[in-house]
């Protein structure tokens, strides 16, 4: 989050009330440690006025306990800690992370400090930092169930198995009725492709907690990693938001959202709502946030989340683009204003607003993966090569990213390697649907005779068409049809979908398909995998 680089100063009760100075304008302890940082506070324009009291009241604390001599630096640890509380409650979050470290520098023995600075780095992406200061907390109490929980989170969105497991065992361990343990240790299981352990755990999640909407996508992956799709699109269906979480009960963090009132209680209960699948709630929630604080991105982003969850588009685009121009380094905003636009077709406005997601949250893999999306669509493969790799090395539970990656390789002519990619995947993410379709296109129509394979692209086609009966199957049906041979068979499912792309008077499907149908009625099979104007729609 950008904010301005001001300091409040001046304590309760000086003449003149308080004023907002630069940190230049404010005259440093003369004996200040080297190793403390400025706090550069957000400018109280447009602040709510709790907030700005708050902030005012932990600022003049500090400075008071700067000024007292001799120094005591454990009181003065707690002002510091106090004050980034309230900034990282309110998610000013450049002025809470100064705050809340040197009150860490000052008191290495309060584990409060390095928690709340692990949820701080977690909260706008930067997870390796968020481990850090998650262990550092972890040593400080090895018992806590709530640390252990959002260590292992961390280690499991940076794709850090092996350490993940032994936090997951000791919180199920700790407390066996907890979703939040259950639900990391579904997602450790799903991250080793365990689908049936995955699918244990998670339904013991919900079993403790019915509300937690969060369970139900990873659980539909893990019912599609056992080939049960009836209940994966029951999961589906209820699935929460993409970035929803099951939280573990977090006496710390619940510190935090008391320390601030007005829009952090209003942001706690429209998350709340999110998670539950409450949209309207969690509208009237955020929208009265962001009328209490105009300037918290945050609440911008998490309005336009909820409205868009309920098809008012436009309106989400509004609140997303807001929460770019209050908060400009918040990564999640850009992203979600840049889904937006990608599905608008605005692709290049859609890969400044990922590039500005992944240069703001380097580890932010989806954002990575919609950026190396892009660059296919454009047409710049060597950057969306390069994208998605980077993406198999951060997330490897990302099936997406080697089937991008192979679709990229075959529009290089790299056929063989396309080939040998999407062959890897598929062992690795048995039940994801669009490998297996992708290897079927390339083993049906690729230009190269050595990589060909009609038989196994007709068995590939026939399998995914029990799950998927899309136009995109359909076609790539046709093109196995008449790689074996059977033209008469393949124009007929070709017919077949064009009567059904001119009913939805599709007329540039309609065109496309046409030209396959006179190669297939002529006794010709297809060479061309994809299309540069159709390979945006290559199966994912």
Not at 196 to 216: C, G, I, M, N, S
Not at 252 to 273: F, T, Y
Not at 441 to 456: E, H, S, T, W
Request: proline share 6%; hydrophobic share 45%.
């Amino acid at each position: 989050m950008t904010i301005r680089v001001l300091a409040l100063v001046g304590a309760m009760g000086l003449s003149g009330g308080c004023g907002w100075l630069s940190p230049a304008d404010a005259p440093p302890a003369a004996d200040a440690p080297a190793t403390l940082r400025a706090v550069p506070l957000p400018s109280p324009a447009g602040m709510h006025e709790l907030v700005a009291e708050q902030i005012q009241e932990r600022y003049a604390a500090v400075e008071r306990e700067r000024a007292r001599t001799p120094r005591d630096t454990r009181a003065l640890a707690g002002a510091y800690g106090e004050l980034g509380t309230v900034l990282l409650g309110a998610r000013y979050f450049d002025a809470a992370e100064p705050a809340l470290s040197n009150a860490a520098a000052l008191d290495a023995t309060d584990r409060r400090w390095p928690y709340y600075l692990g949820h701080l780095h977690r909260s706008v992406g930067h997870l390796r930092m968020s481990a850090e200061q998650f262990e550092r907390a972890l040593s400080l109490a090895p018992a806590d169930v709530a640390t252990i929980v959002w260590l292992a989170d961390t280690y499991l969105a940076e794709g850090r198995t092996d350490p993940a497991q032994p936090l997951v065992e000791r919180a199920v361990e700790a407390d066996p009725q907890s979703a939040a343990a259950r639900y990391q240790a579904g997602r450790l299981a799903l991250a080793r492709r365990e689908y049936k352990e995955a699918v244990r755990q998670f339904e013991l999640a919900l079993a403790a907690d019915p509300t937690a909407a969060a369970v139900h996508y990873p659980l539909a992956m893990a019912y599609r990693g056992l080939g049960d799709t009836a209940r994966a699109d029951r999961h589906l269906a209820r699935r929460a938001r993409d970035n929803a979480m099951v939280s573990p009960v977090d006496p710390l963090m619940e510190q935090v959202a008391r320390s601030v009132g007005g829009p952090l209680a209003l942001e706690v209960r429209g998350v709340e709502a999110l998670n539950r699948g409450d949209w309207p709630a969690a509208i009237e929630a955020f929208r009265e946030g962001t009328t209490l604080a105009p300037r918290s991105g945050a609440l911008h982003h998490r309005l336009g989340t909820a409205l868009a969850m309920t098809g008012k588009l436009d309106e989400a685009r509004r609140a997303f683009e807001t929460a770019v121009t209050v908060s400009p380094r918040y990564a999640r905003a850009h992203y979600s204003l840049g889904l937006l636009l990608e599905e608008r077709g605005d692709h290049e406005a859609a890969l400044a607003r990922y590039q500005a997601a992944v240069q703001h949250a380097p580890e932010y893999a989806q954002a990575r993966l919609r950026l190396a999306d892009v660059f296919r669509r454009l047409g710049r493969l060597d950057e969306a090569l390069a994208e998605y790799e980077r993406v198999m090395q951060m997330d490897p539970t990302l099936a997406e990213a080697p089937l991008g990656r192979a679709i990229t390789l075959a529009r290089t002519g790299k056929y063989a390697e396309a080939r040998d990619q999407l062959t890897d995947a598929m062992n690795a993410h048995p039940g994801h649907v669009g490998l297996p379709h992708a290897l079927a296109r390339i083993l049906a129509a690729a230009p190269d005779d050595r990589v060909r394979d009609g038989q196994r692209a007709l068995r590939l086609v026939e399998e995914v068409l029990k799950k998927d009966q899309s136009t995109a199957v359909g076609e790539t049906f046709a093109m196995a049809l008449a790689e074996v041979g059977k033209f008469e068979a393949a124009a007929d499912v070709q017919r077949t979908l064009i009567a059904a792309a001119r009913q939805a008077k599709a007329t540039a499907l309609e065109r496309r398909l046409q030209e396959d149908l006179r190669r297939y009625e002529a006794g010709q099979p297809s060479r061309t995998v994809w299309r540069d104007e159709d390979v945006g729609d290559a199966p994912r």
